[in-house]
T-cell receptor, first 111, second 115 residues
Framework: KQEVTQIPAALSVPEGENLVLNCSFT??????LQWFRQDPGKGLTSLLL?????REQTSGRLNASLDKSSGRSTLYIAASQPGDSATYLC??????????FGAGTQVVVTP | GAVVSQHPSRVICKSGTSVKIECRSL??????MFWYRQFPKQSLMLMAT?????????EQGVEKDKFLINHASLTLSTLTVTSAHPEDSSFYIC???????????FGPGTRLTVT
C-alpha cells in the first residue's frame, strides 16, 4: 500500500528565506506527483504537477523535483513571502487515477 | 478553465438528519469525480470514486449505505450523508477529472457540522 510522508510537519521562516519541503513515497510505481497549497478552511490549489517521466517542474518562484527511483520529491519556494503561509500537500497518483496524499507541511512566513 | 464548485460551503445539521452536498464541474465534462474527507490537522482521505452513470467505488472502511453517491450527469455528483452523527463532522472535498488527462480539479470544500 502506498504511503506518502511529508517532512517537516511544520516550518517557520523569516520573509526572504528559501523554503524546502520534502515528500517521500513508498511505491515508485506512480503516474504523477502533484503539489498543492491549502489555506485554512479552504480547498486545494494545484501548484505543480510532475509526470512520472519528468525530473522537475518550475512555475515562478516554485520548483519541484522528482526522483521516482528513490521515492522522493522536493518543493522549493524561493524568496518566501508572508503570502506563502499555508499548508502544502503532496500527492501521488496511481495508474487508476487515485491520489494518495501526505499529511502536509504547515508553513508560516514571518514578516 | 477547469473550475469545480461545491454547494453548500457550510452546513450545520442535527444528529439523525441527512445532508446532501453537490459537486459540479462548471466548464468541462467530468467522467470521474472523487470524494475526500479531511479531519482537522489531517490530510485528505479518499472516500469513493464516482463514474458517470455507474455505481460508485468506495474505499475500504467507508460505509456505502451511509455515504450515498450519485453521479447522474457529466457535470454533477452528489454526496448524501445519511443519518448524520457528530463524528461525521468534517471537511468534505470533491474533485473532478475530465476526459483528456488524469489531472484532478478540486472544489472549495464543504464544512459539515453535526450537532
Amino acid at each position: 500500500k502506498q504511503e506518502v510522508t511529508q517532512i517537516p510537519a511544520a516550518l517557520s521562516v523569516p520573509e526572504g528565506e528559501n523554503l524546502v519541503l520534502n515528500c517521500s513515497f513508498t511505491d515508485s510505481a506512480i503516474y504523477n506527483l502533484q503539489w498543492f497549497r491549502q489555506d485554512p478552511g479552504k480547498g486545494l490549489t494545484s501548484l505543480l504537477l510532475i509526470q512520472s517521466s519528468q525530473r522537475e517542474q518550475t512555475s515562478g518562484r516554485l520548483n519541484a523535483s522528482l526522483d521516482k527511483s528513490s521515492g522522493r520529491s522536493t518543493l522549493y519556494i524561493a524568496a518566501s513571502q508572508p503570502g506563502d503561509s499555508a499548508t502544502y500537500l503532496c500527492a501521488v497518483q496511481d495508474s487508476w487515477g487515485k491520489l494518495q496524499f501526505g499529511a502536509g507541511t504547515q508553513v508560516v512566513v514571518t514578516p | 478553465g477547469a473550475v469545480v464548485s461545491q454547494h453548500p460551503s457550510r452546513v450545520i445539521c442535527k444528529s439523525g438528519t441527512s445532508v446532501k452536498i453537490e459537486c459540479r464541474s462548471l466548464d468541462f465534462q467530468a467522467t470521474t469525480m472523487f470524494w475526500y474527507r479531511q479531519f482537522p490537522k489531517q490530510s485528505l482521505m479518499l472516500m469513493a470514486t464516482s463514474n458517470e452513470g455507474s455505481k460508485a467505488t468506495y474505499e475500504q472502511g467507508v460505509e456505502k449505505d451511509k455515504f450515498l453517491i450519485n453521479h447522474a450527469s457529466l457535470t454533477l455528483s452528489t454526496l448524501t450523508v445519511t443519518s448524520a452523527h457528530p463524528e461525521d463532522s468534517s471537511f468534505y472535498i470533491c474533485s473532478a477529472r475530465g476526459t483528456v488527462s488524469y489531472e484532478q480539479y478540486f472544489g472549495p470544500g464543504t464544512r459539515l457540522t453535526v450537532t
